[in-house]
Structure formats: C-alpha cells, structure tokens
C-alpha cells in the first residue's frame, strides 16, 4: 500500500512540472495564474498523501485546509491586482 | 527518498525563474510556486509547522504584500532593467557555495539521534511535554509554554510592524 501512495506522489510532482512550465515560460499573466492555481491544488492533494503516508492525515488535513484558503486570498488578490492595473504588454 | 530529489530540482528551477523573470509580477507568481515547493519540502522532513507557516506567509501573506506594493508602484518600475553580471560575482559565489558544501559534510545524518541537536535538551522536551503542559503538540508545547515570553514578545514585535505597516500605507486621515 505505502509503494502505491509513493508512486501516486512521484506521479504528483511529475504532473507539477507540466503548470510549471507555464509558471517560468507563460507568454501572458494570465497563464501564469492559472498555472500558479494548478500547482497549488496540486500541492494540496499532495500534503494529504504525505500525511497518509507517515500516518498522520489529521495534521495534515489541517495544513492543507491552510493552504487552499490562503490560495483563494492570493487568487483573490491577483484578480483585484490585475482589474486595478490591466495585464502589463508582453 | 525518491521524492526530495525532484522537488530539489523544483525549487532550483523556480528560484532561478523568480530571478530570471522580465517583470516584478511573474517574478512574484513564480516565488509562489518556489513557497509552494518549499513547504513541500518541510513537509516531507516531518516539520510539519514550518510547512504551515511557509505556506501561510511564503505563498499566502508575501504574495498579497508584494502585489499590493507593486499597485502602488508605476508601470515602468514593474520592468527589470538587467545589467550584465559582475565578475566578482560570478567567481565570489561558487566560492561561497564550495565552502557552505564543504561545511555540510561535517553536519550529522537527518534523523541522527546521537546528533548534539537531539540529545542536548530534546529528549526533556519530548519525553515530559505531555505530562507538563498537556498538549499534544510538542512544537505548540515548545513555542507556548515553555517560550511562551519569547512568543509573546515576538507577537508583540509583528503587531508594532502591523501598526507601522497600517500608518505608513493607510490614508493618514487619522
């Protein structure tokens, strides 16, 4: 069982490196937000198998809980930031 | 483990986007992704609270403060104007680097319980936490009771840099 949640993380962060892609190249901002929001739900999945796989989802669970709140603040904060100022010209 | 070697790379490769970005706000999107990484990383160490906290002020809280400040800044000072590198630079910090490389060596192995950071007053913390203070959280334990003075001083610091922060950027109609 604890070779299967270690191949479903290997899996995870192999996945993470495709949206980083469009983090470090993204020709607009706004790829490069929904790439930063891909990453993110990602890294949330990936601290809850974390937790299973050292047997302690319920510290976990809370970091994640964390996580996905602060990402809907900065997610919401990129949103005002760019109705503010428009997306710059590339 | 099979998992720290690829999210080394990762944040190698997000920190040199961070740097290598052609203006300030990709450059902030892709530190958020280097203090998604980093927590990761913490988290896999087992320092769980140090993942919480670099998730909550590296990904979250710095996030929001750089964009608020690049909202305040104009258009042309969100452009980097690259200069070239200078060669004391490029010599001085491998330098750096070989010298911090050759220092880790002599660090103990992760997880070395004989290690002088594991045996020096750790054991009294881990073994009489419970029984103490009553909680189950021993770094809660640590920060709250044991240095809860530390603690409270330090809260006492970021709620004066808070207050300072809310003066300087609020409207000052005070």
């Given at each position: 069982m604890s070779s299967f949640f270690l191949f479903v993380l290997v899996t995870l962060t192999a996945l993470m490196v495709v949206y980083l892609y469009r983090v470090i190249r993204g020709p607009s901002v706004f790829d490069r937000v929904l790439g930063l929001n891909g990453i993110s739900t990602k890294a949330i999945v990936l601290l809850v198998v974390i937790g299973t796989v050292f047997e302690r989802v319920d510290m976990f669970v809370d970091i994640s809980t964390g996580y996905a709140l602060l990402n809907l603040v900065s997610a919401l904060a990129v949103a005002k930031f760019l109705e503010e100022r428009g997306a710059p010209q590339e | 483990m099979i998992l720290e070697l690829p999210l080394l790379v990762f944040l190698v490769m997000t920190a040199a986007g961070a740097i290598l970005a052609k203006d300030l706000i990709s450059a902030v999107f892709i530190l958020g992704t280097y203090s998604f990484t980093l927590a990761l990383v913490w988290a896999l160490l087992g320092a769980v609270d140090v993942a919480f906290v670099e998730a909550v002020v590296g990904a979250g809280l710095a996030t929001v403060f750089f964009l608020l400040t690049l909202s305040t800044?104009?258009?042309?000072?969100?452009?980097i104007r690259r200069s070239a590198i200078p060669w004391t630079a490029l010599i001085g910090l491998p330098i750096v680097a070989i010298l911090l490389l050759y220092g880790a060596a002599d660090l103990p192995a992760?997880?070395?319980?004989?290690s002088p950071a594991s045996t020096h007053i750790s054991p009294i913390y881990l073994e009489g936490s419970v029984a103490q203070?009553?909680?189950?959280?021993v770094v809660t334990a640590i920060l709250m009771d044991y240095r809860s003075l530390d603690t409270l001083i330090e809260t006492v610091v970021i709620f004066t840099a808070g207050i300072a922060c809310a003066l300087i950027y609020g409207k000052g109609s005070a």
């Open positions: - | 800044a104009s258009e042309k000072d969100t452009q992760f997880g070395d319980p004989g203070t009553k909680t189950p959280n």
